[in-house]
């Protein structure tokens, strides 16, 4: 089967599947890249560095580009700024966070691994759609939206 997916679909079934945490704020953008508002202010039990962080600025810009998906690994590319100032380390900073998330779900440690790159991660989706019966066979975009194949 194949969808066909705006930004604001997917923000909409992430919000109704409980899977967007309410933290992420705002979503927008066109395939492949996906921008959102996230209040790091509003994180619970942060590491220091971000508790900092949301001090100066409570809100964070994330911008997160699909550049490629293989053998059910997607390869997503972010960045991080507030008020226009590039916040690179802060993704570096919450993948402790995100993993204790992920790992309340259920999913296996490494689903969020980083990439090659600073600004890379690599994202298991196959696995993570498994676990909901759910069998992922590629990822890509057209025409500013992202198409599933699935069965």
Same mark, same amino acid.
């Given at each position: 089967?194949?969808?066909?997916?705006?930004?604001?679909?997917?923000?909409?079934?992430?919000?109704?599947?409980?899977?967007?945490?309410?933290?992420?704020?705002? *979503?927008?953008?066109? &395939?492949?890249?996906?921008?959102? =508002?996230?209040? +790091? #202010?509003? !994180?619970?039990?942060?590491?220091? /560095?971000?508790?900092?962080?949301?001090?100066?600025?409570?809100? *964070?810009?994330?911008? &997160?580009?699909?550049?490629?998906? =293989?053998?059910? +690994? #997607?390869? !997503?590319?972010?960045?991080?700024? /507030?008020?226009?100032?590039?916040?690179?380390?802060?993704?570096?900073?919450?993948?402790?966070?995100?993993?204790?998330?992920?790992?309340?779900?259920?999913?296996?440690?490494?689903?969020?691994?980083?990439?090659?790159?600073?600004?890379?991660?690599?994202?298991?989706?196959?696995?993570?759609?498994?676990?909901?019966?759910?069998?992922?066979?590629?990822?890509?975009?057209?025409?500013?939206?992202?198409?599933?194949?699935?069965?």
């Amino acid at each position: 089967m194949e969808l066909r997916l705006t930004v604001n679909d997917l923000a909409t079934l992430g919000r109704q599947a409980k899977i967007l945490p309410p933290i992420v704020k705002n *979503v927008r953008g066109t &395939a492949p890249t996906v921008e959102a =508002d996230v209040a +790091i #202010a509003e !994180i619970q039990n942060p590491p220091t /560095a971000i508790r900092f962080a949301a001090k100066v600025a409570p809100v *964070v810009a994330v911008s &997160a580009t699909l550049r490629g998906f =293989d053998a059910g +690994i #997607a390869r !997503i590319g972010i960045a991080v700024s /507030a008020r226009r100032l590039p916040l690179e380390k802060l993704v570096g900073m919450a993948m402790p966070i995100l993993e204790r998330k992920l790992s309340a779900r259920g999913l296996p440690a490494g689903t969020v691994r980083r990439g090659d790159s600073s600004d890379e991660f690599l994202v298991d989706l196959a696995s993570v759609v498994r676990t909901k019966g759910v069998e992922l066979h590629d990822l890509r975009t057209e025409d500013g939206r992202f198409v599933v194949d699935f069965s």
